[in-house]
């Protein structure tokens, strides 16, 4: 197609009209990618098997932390989460049978900097022989803060 007869198509809109689908067809991708990063404690089925043990953090949003480790250890139907830097929560297995826990914690009150003292909800789940981590906490601007972090079974240890 040369120049004038594609300018010509153009503007008797004849390509236009694939500009809505295309973008609608876009948008819809676009979207699935962002939902991959909203909710990433989609986990793998049967992940929640190998939930429980000691966790390593590997990375995270709210800066590195080579000592930081989390616990989880099944406590009944639940699961109890016990992190080195101060915090705590009680998570329990999706009711719809999905892949991944959650449940509510709180930072002690003289840990965590400013979310010393505070609640939280925290979702965790694993994909690909990692522990991920979405902790939703109150910020010191009153607003929603979301804390990803992303965690490994400690050397020698199996999943």
């Given amino acids: 197609m040369n120049a004038k007869v ?27 990618v962002a939902l991959t990063w909203i909710f990433p404690t989609w986990a793998e089925p049967d992940a929640l098997q190998s939930l429980s043990g000691e966790w390593h953090q590997i990375a995270s949003n709210a800066g590195r932390c080579a000592n930081c480790r989390i616990i989880v250890r099944m406590a009944g139907e639940n699961f109890s989460v016990k992190a080195s830097n101060g915090w705590a929560a009680v998570v329990r297995p999706s009711f719809q049978g999905k892949p991944y826990a959650a449940g509510k914690g709180s930072w002690e009150p003289n840990s965590g900097g400013s979310y010393g003292g505070k609640e939280f909800y925290l979702n965790l789940g694993i ?19 979301n804390i990803n972090a992303t965690f490994q079974k400690e050397s020698g240890e199996s999943l």
């Fill in 127 to 145: 994909v690909n022989n990692r522990l991920l981590m979405l902790m939703t906490v109150l910020g010191p601007d009153g607003k929603l803060s």
């Fill in 6 to 32: 594609f300018s010509l198509a153009y503007s008797a809109g004849m390509l236009n009209r694939w500009g809505a689908p295309v973008r609608c067809l876009v948008s819809f991708f676009l979207s699935v």
